[in-house]
Every structure is written in C-alpha cells, then in structure tokens.
C-alpha cells in the first residue's frame, strides 16, 4: 500500500523523540565538561582549607591571670578549637623583677597545651628588665623554638640571623613570629639592625613564595603604630614597601596595648593590624584564603 501523510506521522514522531533525546544528552554532558552546572555529577574545583590558631598575650601579670590562663588552656584542650597557638609575648608584667623562676614557671604553664604552641618576645622579660641581655638569656632558655615541644607537621625553618624568628607555610598562608618589642632602646644600633633584620626576613620570604601562598599573618609584640612609629620606621617601611608588593591579604597580631583595635593603620589596604585584648583571654583566628577578606575573628570560642 503506497505511502500516505497519515501513515508517515508515528514514524515521524518516533524521529523527533529520539532527536530530542540524543540533543539532551550532548547539551548535558557539554554543560558538565565545561563546569557550568552546579548539580549533578559535576564537582568544582576544591577550596584551599581554611585554617585557625589561637591567639593570646600580655599573660599573666598575676596570679589572678595565671589561674585564669591554666582555665584557658584546659578549655582549650577539652575543645580542641586551633591548629596551633601563639602568644604575642609579655609574660610578666614590666615593673617585675625578671626572675628565672617566672621564665620557667610560664614555660611549664604553656607546656601544657595540647595545641602546638609558638611564642614570640615581648619587652617585658626582655627590654625591660635591669640587665636585658640576661633576661634573652632567660628567655632564650626556656622558651627560644617553644614549638619543638609538639609534633608540628608543617616545616618550621628560622631566620639565621635572628633564630628566634620562625616561619612556615600552611594551606597557602604564610606565617611569620618576629622579635619586635617596645619600649626603651637601649642600644639604637642594635634596635635599628634588629627592625631591618626583621624586616628584611619578611620581604625575602614573600619574595620566595608569592606564588606559593595567598595571605601572610605576621606575629609580633609591639604595638609599632600608636606606640611611637617613629621608632618602628626601619621595620615597618619594609613591611609596608613588602605587603604592597605581595598585593595580597595580610594580617598582622599584636599584643602591647592590652585592648582590641583592628584597622588598617597603613595607605597599603591589604594590611589588616590587630591587637588583641590580653590578659587571660583568648581570640580564635581562622584564615580562609577563599575570601576576599580571609581573616575571621572570635573572642567567645572557650566561652
């Protein structure tokens, strides 16, 4: 029987189903292979994971604050919160005598964090004592490369001139623990070699690794900005002059001023300063290289 219209239609429609069905399969799987799909079988690139650490200073000035220390570092351990800790220096109030027993007995206190714990000098058991070169002695003693007392799995590598600077990478941040103290200057040429030293260590290492790392926290005690600037210049023009040409987010924790202040004290918008509260208090940093602003903070976290 010849062929007529009404015989071609289910023909003709069983052709259009099929090409519509093989037209969805091939715009499907292009929207899969060109990652524009959020569902599905498709997974995006993976984030770099974030990172916290803990930070606390300018403790104990007392037995008060010691005992409240001791608490922090046992609510710590139960919650188990930060990769790793630092303490931004000062643990002796400054008017103190700088005693080996003081050195030796916060040493042990710090011990007992269960967290990998840095530290970095503060003037107080340092620039502030009667005779400073015993007090680094003491220092030197009980707390210089403080972190070999834990298993830390990033590699710790330290600045030949300054060996109590330290330094390692970790999910693309770079961190950085410099000896940058306050009050008197003693010798101004020691403080002078000492800030560019500093100084120096930090533009070398962003230059080394810029392309290796997305954000750089620094750790140091003093309070460069309120606290005479000008005495901080050979420093901190090389962390200025180093950050914008690193041109990515950088975090700098302080201690010193016994307050919380964050803000961007420097022309160079990619600097974030903080200084934070002190005392037997703690803050929670965590670092997330995702974000346009990486840097998170939580002062309630042992609460």
Request: glycine share 6%; proline share 6%; charged share 25%.
């Amino acid at each position: 029987m010849p062929y007529t219209h009404t015989s071609l239609t289910p023909l003709m429609s069983k052709v259009k189903n099929w090409v519509l069905i093989i037209s969805l399969v091939l715009f499907t799987s292009c929207r899969e292979n060109n990652g524009s799909d959020s569902k599905g079988d498709y997974e995006p690139s993976e984030e770099i994971p974030s990172i916290s650490f803990t930070a606390i200073g300018d403790v104990p000035y007392n037995n008060e604050q010691r005992d409240g220390l001791i608490n922090i570092i046992s609510r710590h351990n139960d919650i188990d919160p930060s990769e790793f800790v630092i303490h931004v220096g000062d643990i002796k109030p400054g008017a103190a005598e700088c005693d080996e027993t003081v050195y030796e007995d916060v040493s042990g206190i710090l011990k007992t964090f269960e967290a990998p714990t840095f530290i970095v000098l503060g003037d107080n058991e340092y620039n502030d004592c009667t005779d400073p070169q015993q007090g680094l002695e003491y220092w030197n003693k009980y707390f210089l490369h403080f972190n070999e007392n834990w298993v830390f799995e990033p590699t710790v590598t330290y600045q030949p001139e300054r060996t109590e600077n330290f330094s390692w990478i970790e999910n693309k941040v770079l961190f950085i623990g410099v000896n940058l103290v306050g009050s008197q200057v003693h010798d101004s040429l020691e403080w002078q070699n000492r800030l560019v030293q500093n100084g120096q260590w930090i533009k070398k290492l962003l230059e080394e690794q810029v392309n290796k790392v997305e954000a750089m926290v620094v750790f140091g005690h003093a309070n460069v900005v309120e606290a005479g600037p000008d005495k901080f210049k050979p420093f901190t023009d090389l962390l200025r002059g180093a950050a914008k040409t690193f041109g990515k987010p950088v975090l700098m924790v302080q201690g010193d001023g016994h307050f919380w202040l964050k803000n961007k004290p420097w022309p160079e918008q990619n600097i974030t300063r903080l200084q934070i509260d002190g005392g037997d208090t703690a803050v929670k940093i965590t670092v997330n290289t995702n974000l346009d602003f990486p840097f998170l903070f939580d002062r309630e976290f042992l609460n």
